[in-house]
């Protein structure tokens, strides 16, 4: 797990207290590791017909809801076995997770409603939101 996973989950547990959320949240940061960070995994929701549900997370404006069912288009059935695997749940429950609370994962990185640059950068921003009180 790397260090950006674990401050995202860190800043969510901090702000909504529960741990469940928070391990989600790192499964999140490792989806956007894997697929070329978060400007990655935003162009992977883009290309699969998600591009104004991606612009309203990364706006300053209301999050549009996804879909499990378009978690799983976008990410592809092997990542989400793999995350399922790592949290004892099945498939269809991760979706579900993500499809909650990937928006807001996404709003809270991207408060200025543009995408940190480097992956630095994202973690600069998850520590600052750590140190907030």
Known sequence: MSLLQKVAGAVVSKFSGDQ???????????L????????GILDKFTENGMAEEVTSWVSTGE????????????????????IAQEFDLPPKEVAEKLARYL???????????????TQSGLLLHALSMLRKD
């Open 20 to 30: 469940d959320q928070a391990h989600l949240v790192e499964a999140a940061m490792r």
């Open 32 to 39: 956007f590791n894997d697929h070329g960070g978060l400007q």
């Open 63 to 82: 999050n549009m809801p996804i879909t499990a069912m378009q978690v799983q288009k976008a990410i592809g059935k092997p990542a989400l076995n793999e």
């Open 103 to 117: 928006p807001t994962v996404v709003d809270r990185l991207t408060p200025n409603g543009k995408v940190p640059r």
